[in-house]
């Protein structure tokens, strides 16, 4: 069965520091998100992104963030300068098809547990 | 506010009996989209339920029931024959249209304990 695969399952990094989280989606599907979920509390959403570009970005998502599809298999997100908050686990996801209802059932990856010392 | 409200924090229930997590959720769009996702300890985010706005009829997906009830705006899910297994967070989720694209918000999450 296909799935959505990230890497690293586990990043640590120095405050201020970049870090780029991998993802690689389900192939034929469109529409990708990052998530994030700090230890004990709700899933967050960061940012979707479509046809090559970002479709929605919540306020969490300021412009240390950024994605990029940069071939046609990867999607990854990147923290410019990490704070100590960015610790967390992060999930990509991805969907079949294009967003045209609001039914597409979110495939996760299972995460990245990112933690910035 | 709140756009999913998930009012218990923790839930235990004996083994083989049936248990219900309550959700609420606020929105104006009337095209929305209701899922349910379990998150074991080991991290992952499973896909449970899906409930369509405009569906007609409760979903159901073998032990997993949606109790749809649009007016009072409730998504509940309703495990039946609880399992050891299920042990496990559970979180109600939202699909709405953004600005742009389509996003999903989560609940806080119920933790469910089944006892033996």
């Known amino acids: 069965e296909p799935e959505v695969t990230q890497t690293p399952s586990h990043q640590v990094t120095q405050m201020g520091q970049e870090v780029i989280l991998r993802c690689v989606p389900i192939?034929?599907?469109?529409?990708f998100y990052w998530y994030r979920q700090i230890l004990g509390q709700k899933v967050e959403f960061l940012v979707s992104f479509y046809n090559n570009e970002i479709s929605e970005k919540s306020e969490i998502f300021d412009d240390q963030f950024s994605v990029e599809r940069p071939d046609g298999s990867n999607f990854t997100l990147k923290i410019r300068s990490t704070k100590l908050e960015d610790s967390a686990m992060y999930f990509c996801?991805?969907?079949?098809?294009?967003?045209?209802?609001?039914?597409?059932?979110?495939?996760f990856g299972p995460g990245t547990r990112l933690t910035v010392l | 506010a709140q756009k999913i409200t998930q009012t218990q924090p923790g839930m235990f229930v004996q083994e083989k009996e049936a248990v219900t997590l309550d959700c609420t959720y606020d929105?104006?769009?009337?095209?929305?989209?209701l899922f349910w996702y379990k998150q074991p300890s080991s991290g992952e985010m499973i896909f449970l339920i899906y409930q369509g706005s405009y569906d007609q009829q409760n979903a159901t997906e073998g032990r997993y029931s949606l109790n749809f009830q649009k007016a009072r705006k409730s998504a509940n899910l309703v495990i039946s024959a609880s399992q050891l297994g299920d042990s496990a967070m559970y979180f109600c989720a939202m699909r709405e249209k953004g600005t742009g694209g389509f996003k999903t918000i989560f609940g806080a999450g119920t933790r469910l304990f089944v006892k033996a």
């Open positions: 929105t104006s769009d009337p095209s929305y989209g």
């Open positions: 996801a991805s969907t079949f098809g294009a967003p045209v209802s609001s039914y597409n059932e979110q495939f």
């Open positions: 192939s034929n599907h469109l529409y």
